[in-house]
């Protein structure tokens, strides 16, 4: 069996010293320390036992992760397309996209990262809905309504469930967009707006949630005081049994913003990766880390909007892009879909505060995915 932690920012050691031993048995297999994530090769084959556990393929995980971009923002660091942004989104070996910007020099964007098998969740309004699908038709994913309405201060409800309603049936009423799903607009508080919007799901085909983990550790970081069911159990309020996209979700690293506080960006190294298995467990669709880039420099730690980014200002990857980059790479399966199979195993001793998930390649390779739930040091954070 080998052994691959993810990178800058794992370390075998748990919180304040203290080593969390256990042993992951399958034909005596031997021991191991418990990284905050750590990806186990299991050798073997496939077992047909009554307590064998189902695997998912694994590179259904690599597909599930997407990130945030803004490549219309000229004046951030979105501005150096072709020496920063593209290179650093095909080095991080991610396949989707979500964004809102548009522009004849947006959909050349696009277009070309759609050539490297990138696709793109795009945000945009009832009105130029149509137009801008068709012009995306070769790189999209789906539609999306308008972002977090909730946060204005006209009558959003009556105005939001008149734009969902127009805007889905504007791309089903066009037979060149009619195949694309449509997402409902994301919400920026999960505990009151989801009642407030109430059921859209004749105008919807995905559900939308922004679970900001506000530094706690992502075995508790849904937002607003939430459990994790309760959050999507709001949720539900809007798009019932729908699936349910995570579209904006993550950390930033001011770790002083009271109210919505940040971690190190050590910290988040070790956080983000154990996030999205949460997701993918939860079985959300796709969960898109906000975002790709720092927008603009901020040296003295002032403002949170800044510090959202897996790579800084001036295109230096931090801790959580070389681990997401490490995850994706190590996991990465592309091919025709192939039926997985099971695998009987045990994880004992100190096992009660982990979390797992069982993955296999389409060759019959086994991967588990073993991460901690306890929160790590807050370490100053590190300056751009």
Same mark, same amino acid.
């Given at each position: 069996?080998?052994?691959?932690?993810?990178?800058?920012?794992?370390?075998?050691?748990?919180?304040?010293?203290?080593?969390?031993?256990?042993?992951?048995?399958?034909?005596?297999?031997?021991?191991?320390?418990?990284?905050?994530?750590?990806?186990?090769?299991?050798?073997?084959?496939?077992?047909?036992?009554?307590?064998?556990? =189902?695997?998912?393929?694994?590179?259904?995980?690599?597909?599930?992760?997407?990130?945030?971009?803004?490549?219309?923002?000229?004046?951030?660091?979105?501005?150096?397309?072709?020496?920063?942004?593209?290179?650093?989104?095909?080095?991080?070996?991610?396949?989707?996209?979500?964004?809102?910007?548009?522009?004849?020099?947006?959909?050349?964007?696009?277009?070309?990262?759609?050539?490297?098998?990138?696709?793109?969740?795009?945000?945009?309004?009832?009105?130029?809905?149509?137009?801008?699908?068709?012009?995306?038709?070769?790189?999209?994913?789906?539609?999306?309504?308008?972002?977090?309405?909730?946060?204005?201060?006209?009558?959003?409800?009556?105005?939001?469930?008149?734009?969902?309603?127009?805007?889905?049936?504007?791309?089903?009423?066009?037979?060149?967009?009619?195949?694309?799903?449509?997402?409902? =607009?994301?919400?920026?508080?999960?505990?009151? *707006?989801?009642?407030?919007?109430?059921?859209?799901?004749?105008?919807?085909?995905?559900?939308?949630?922004?679970?900001?983990?506000?530094?706690?550790?992502? =075995?508790?970081?849904?937002?607003?005081?939430? *459990?994790?069911?309760?959050?999507?159990?709001?949720?539900?309020?809007?798009?019932?049994?729908?699936?349910?996209?995570?579209?904006?979700?993550?950390?930033?690293?001011?770790?002083?913003?009271?109210?919505?506080?940040?971690?190190?960006?050590?910290?988040?190294?070790?956080?983000?990766?154990?996030?999205?298995?949460?997701?993918?467990?939860?079985?959300?669709?796709?969960?898109?880390?906000?975002?790709?880039?720092?927008?603009?420099?901020?040296?003295?730690?002032?403002?949170?909007?800044?510090?959202?980014?897996?790579?800084?200002?001036?295109?230096?990857?931090?801790?959580?892009?070389?681990?997401?980059?490490?995850?994706?790479?190590?996991?990465?399966?592309?091919?025709?879909?192939?039926?997985?199979?099971?695998?009987?195993?045990?994880? =004992?001793?100190?096992?009660?505060?982990?979390?797992?998930?069982?993955?296999?390649?389409?060759?019959?390779?086994?991967?588990?995915?073993?991460?901690?739930?306890?929160?790590?040091?807050?370490?100053?954070?590190?300056?751009?």
């Amino acid at each position: 069996m080998d052994i691959h932690p993810l990178g800058a920012g794992f370390d075998p050691q748990l919180e304040e010293g203290q080593v969390m031993k256990s042993s992951l048995k399958r034909h005596r297999g031997p021991r191991f320390r418990a990284f905050q994530l750590s990806i186990f090769l299991v050798l073997g084959g496939a077992s047909a036992t009554a307590n064998a556990e =189902s695997a998912r393929p694994a590179d259904a995980f690599v597909d599930f992760f997407g990130v945030n971009t803004h490549l219309g923002y000229y004046d951030t660091a979105y501005r150096d397309y072709e020496a920063i942004v593209k290179p650093r989104l095909l080095e991080l070996g991610v396949r989707h996209i979500r964004d809102g910007t548009f522009n004849d020099d947006v959909l050349r964007k696009y277009l070309d990262l759609g050539q490297h098998g990138i696709r793109l969740l795009f945000i945009t309004d009832s009105k130029r809905a149509v137009e801008r699908a068709r012009k995306l038709r070769p790189v999209l994913f789906a539609i999306e309504g308008v972002n977090e309405p909730d946060g204005r201060k006209d009558d959003w409800v009556a105005r939001i469930r008149a734009e969902q309603q127009n805007l889905y049936e504007a791309i089903k009423g066009d037979p060149a967009t009619r195949d694309l799903p449509v997402a409902v =607009s994301s919400l920026a508080n999960l505990r009151d *707006s989801p009642a407030k919007l109430g059921d859209l799901t004749p105008y919807l085909d995905f559900g939308n949630v922004h679970p900001y983990a506000a530094g706690n550790p992502p =075995s508790r970081h849904w937002g607003w005081g939430l *459990s994790m069911e309760k959050a999507i159990d709001e949720a539900r309020k809007v798009s019932a049994d729908k699936s349910i996209l995570v579209t904006e979700c993550g950390y930033h690293n001011r770790m002083e913003e009271k109210g919505h506080p940040g971690v190190s960006e050590t910290a988040e190294a070790k956080y983000l990766p154990r996030l999205l298995f949460v997701y993918f467990n939860r079985g959300m669709t796709k969960a898109y880390k906000y975002e790709l880039f720092d927008e603009k420099p901020d040296p003295g730690f002032t403002d949170m909007e800044r510090h959202f980014g897996l790579v800084r200002t001036n295109g230096t990857p931090k801790p959580s892009f070389i681990a997401l980059k490490n995850l994706l790479h190590l996991l990465a399966d592309p091919g025709p879909a192939t039926q997985t199979g099971s695998l009987a195993f045990e994880i =004992s001793g100190a096992s009660t505060n982990l979390q797992h998930t069982l993955l296999q390649n389409r060759n019959g390779t086994f991967w588990l995915a073993v991460g901690g739930k306890n929160a790590v040091k807050r370490e100053a954070p590190a300056i751009d």
